[in-house]
Antibody
Framework: EVQLVESGGGLVKPGRSLRLSCTASGFTFGDYAMSWFRQAPGKGLEWVGFIRSKAYGGTTEYAASVKGRFTISRDDSKSIAYLQMNSLKTEDTAVYYC?????????????????WGQGTLVTVSS | QSVLTQPPSVSAAPGQKVTISCSGS????????VSWYQQLPGTAPKLLIY???KRPSGIPDRFSGSKSGTSATLGITGLQTGDEADYYC???????????FGGGTKLTVL
């Protein structure tokens, strides 16, 4: 069974850092792009960013709202994707989801996401 | 303000049909695949439709997707109370180089 499990969420003060992990199973992790999304309480879905597979350079793209503060990385030997979040703001409070991404031929862009993890809650508050 | 425009809510009776629209532009829907996601209350999103009109394994054929120009539509027939959820359309925006979503549509099955 293909599965994604996020961990690492919790309560953190503004300005601090937090690292989320997404542990994958049931598929060849290294063959796929991995993406992070978030959903603030009572709000819609927001894309955070994604990391391409090593076959496409393992490069990353980010939403403007997190660029320069958040970093996505991957450890294909452990089948884990990470979301390093620095300089956290209260507006970063959300449930964070990781997903497996399907991208176009050159993986410049993303086409769709499946499956999604169950999410992990990050609360940024003093 | 979302890049893609969806109606905030739709409703219909059990057994009826409903459509949810998703409007964008040439930089997103017009030139990229659209996918749709269902989010049941308190759960993670789930892929319903990919590449405009394809259903993943396990998704019943009551769900359908279409795209024309810079708009896409999700159709649901034979509505069930279990279909009550938030539905999101999404696609890549080639000008912004980001993934974009609609604001979501809350489906109520009366």
């Amino acid at each position: 069974e293909v599965q994604l499990v996020e961990s690492g969420g919790g309560l953190v003060k503004p300005g601090r850092s937090l690292r989320l992990s997404c542990t994958a199973s049931g598929f060849t992790f290294g063959d796929y792009a991995m993406s992070w999304f978030r959903q603030a309480p009572g709000k819609g879905l927001e894309w955070v960013g994604f990391i391409r597979s090593k076959a496409y350079g393992g490069t990353t793209e980010y939403a403007a709202s997190v660029k320069g503060r958040f970093t996505i990385s991957r450890d294909d030997s452990k089948s884990i994707a990470y979301l390093q979040m620095n300089s956290l703001k209260t507006e970063d409070t959300a449930v964070y989801y990781c997903t497996r991404g399907y991208c176009g031929g050159d993986c410049y862009s993303l086409d769709w996401f499946d499956p999604w993890g169950q999410g992990t809650l990050v609360t940024v508050s003093s | 303000q979302s890049v893609l425009t969806q109606p905030p809510s739709v409703s219909a009776a059990p057994g009826q049909k409903v459509t949810i629209s998703c409007s964008g532009s040439s930089s997103n829907i017009g030139n990229n695949y659209v996918s749709w996601y269902q989010q049941l209350p308190g759960t993670a999103p789930k892929l319903l439709i990919y590449e405009n009109n394809k259903r993943p394994s396990g998704i019943p054929d009551r769900f359908s997707g279409s795209k024309s120009g810079t708009s896409a539509t999700l159709g649901i027939t034979g509505l069930q109370t279990g279909d009550e959820a938030d539905y999101y359309c999404g696609t890549w925006d080639s000008s912004l180089s980001v993934w974009v979503f609609g604001g979501g549509t809350k489906l109520t099955v009366l």
